[in-house]
């Protein structure tokens, strides 16, 4: 059983398209995040999401929102996508407060942008 | 401003070598110091960690040094094999609130 999924593995669009990846974990974790991960390979954190709050990367643009309709799923939304959105989007989750900080990662989502 | 510097950012090292990836942070609040390992495709999953009250771990052939008045610590793989070829990734985060900020990652070739 795989403990967090994404969905779609590739996605090749369009600039200006608007796209969702799908995410879903097995585990029972509170947390929920999504990192970006770009062609240097260095993990960015965009959203963490936990128990209904929100914490926002700054440096996110607004055109990325992420949509948790229950504590197991957190999607990500991009509108209007731009070439610098191509990256690698990782789902991970954790359990809060179990003061280890371990993440359980999916196996990433590439997004190509033309 | 980068909390967790990470070097060198790639290596290789031949069969039974012994690379080690360096890693320093500024925050010294941060009490929680894992490793995460990224084979091609995959995403990074934990492989080892430490918190500062040890200067080291072992779990197999993979050590951490730790080094609290330096800030800094580091990942030894002894014994490497071509199968440790992989990107790792450094990171650090304060217990209770799990947010890890990662390195910039290393890529590591070992050679047959």
């Known amino acids: 059983d795989t403990a967090v999924s994404q969905t779609p593995k590739y996605l090749v669009t369009q600039m200006g398209n608007d796209k969702s990846i799908k995410c879903e974990q097995n585990?029972?974790?509170?947390?929920m995040y999504w990192y970006k991960q770009d062609s240097k390979k260095f993990l960015k954190i965009m959203f963490s999401?936990?128990?209904?709050?929100?914490?926002i990367n700054e440096t996110v643009p607004n055109r990325f929102s992420p949509k948790s309709p229950d504590k197991a799923h957190l999607n990500l939304h991009i509108n209007s996508l731009e070439l610098g959105d191509s990256a690698v989007y990782f789902c991970?989750?954790?359990?809060?407060?179990?003061?280890?900080?371990?993440?359980?990662f999916g196996e990433g989502s590439r997004l190509t942008v033309l | 401003q980068q909390q967790v510097k990470q070097s060198p950012q790639s290596l290789i090292v031949q069969k039974g070598g012994i690379p080690i990836i360096n890693c320093a942070y500024e925050?010294?609040?941060?009490?929680?110091f894992p490793w995460y390992q990224q084979f091609p495709g995959k995403g990074p999953a934990l492989l080892i960690a430490?918190?500062?009250?040890?200067s080291e771990k072992k779990e197999g052939r993979f050590t951490i040094s730790f080094n609290k008045s330096a800030k800094q610590f580091s990942l030894h793989i002894m014994d490497s094999q071509p199968g440790d070829s992989a990107t790792y990734f450094c990171?650090?985060?304060?217990?209770?609130?799990?947010?890890?900020?990662f390195g910039k990652g290393t890529m590591l070739l070992v050679s047959p």
């Open positions: 991970a989750s954790s359990r809060q407060g179990t003061n280890t900080g371990e993440l359980f």
């Open positions: 585990l029972g974790h509170d947390t």
């Open positions: 999401y936990n128990n209904k709050e929100l914490i």
């Open positions: 925050n010294t609040a941060f009490d929680y």
């Open positions: 430490i918190r500062p009250d040890v």
């Open positions: 990171a650090a985060s304060i217990s209770g609130y799990s947010t890890l900020t």
